[in-house]
């Protein structure tokens, strides 16, 4: 009865856990919410357009305090550390986040995500976070990028290594217009997109065809051992 016991009393921790953590916790764990995109891709099916964001970011003692600033459908994230604005004069610092109506597409970028726009009516003194989440219906973004023009030059601002399922992360000290993309030569030559956009290596597809084909011989040198059984058999009959 030890046994059981102890994992009724692990479900029921785990249960109490979980239900203080987060509700973004949870954000991997399944199928990604639905994307809200400004251009679908003909796979999409019903589309709700994106929203936009607003966030007032308060002034203590003379700094501008640790906050976030996100559109309402949480598929773009900005993150403030302390300090982050010269809050000179200022009691606070407001922050919007619009998604661009329009879908750009600059020479030798494929952009995954909607373009959204990020403005504040203080100026940057330290680096900021920006989360941008996808769809699963395209292919996995290799970098965010940045422009203070959407019709004009984007500077990649590279992605790192930390992120939730179908997100992708980076820091930048400027805000601007950001989207998630790759270049237009990617996915690489060597790879083809499958069903949810995501990537597959040829070489998988390959070794998947090499394998059936290596197995034809066998199978005919065994249907030919067979029929010679049963002619053997009928011969003796």
């Known amino acids: 009865m030890r046994r059981p016991a102890l994992l009724a009393a692990a479900a029921v921790a785990y249960v109490l856990a979980a239900w203080a953590v987060a509700p973004g916790f949870y954000d991997g764990f399944g199928p990604p919410a639905p994307y809200n995109f400004t251009c679908p891709p003909p796979q999409a099916g019903a589309n709700t357009k994106p929203t936009s964001g607003h966030a007032t970011i308060k002034v203590i003692n003379g700094i501008s305090d640790a906050a976030s600033a996100y559109d309402d459908d949480g598929q773009i994230v900005i993150g403030f550390l302390p300090g982050a604005f010269d809050v000179t004069g200022k009691t606070s610092v407001s922050v919007d986040v619009v998604p661009l ?26 680096s900021v976070t920006v989360t941008m989440r996808y769809s699963n219906l395209e292919p996995d973004p290799s ?6 023009d959407p019709n004009g030059t984007w500077k990649s601002l590279g992605r790192s290594s930390q992120a939730q399922p179908f997100t992708v992360n980076t820091s930048t000290t400027s805000l601007g217009y950001f989207a998630a993309g790759y270049p237009s030569a990617s996915p690489p030559p060597n790879t083809v997109t499958v069903g949810g956009g995501q990537t597959l290596p040829i070489v998988v597809a390959v070794l998947i065809v090499a394998v059936v084909l290596a197995g034809l011989p066998l199978a005919v040198v065994r249907r030919r051992r067979s029929a010679s059984s049963e002619a053997d058999a009928d011969d003796e009959a």
Do not use: G, M, W
């Not at 109506?101 to 330290?126: E, Q």
């Not at 970098?143 to 203070?148: E, G, H, K, T």
């Open 101 to 126: 109506d329009t879908c750009p597409k600059p020479p030798a970028i494929a952009f995954v995500t909607n373009v959204y726009h990020v403005t504040a009516d203080a100026p940057l003194l330290k």
């Open 143 to 148: 970098d965010v990028y940045l422009a203070s």
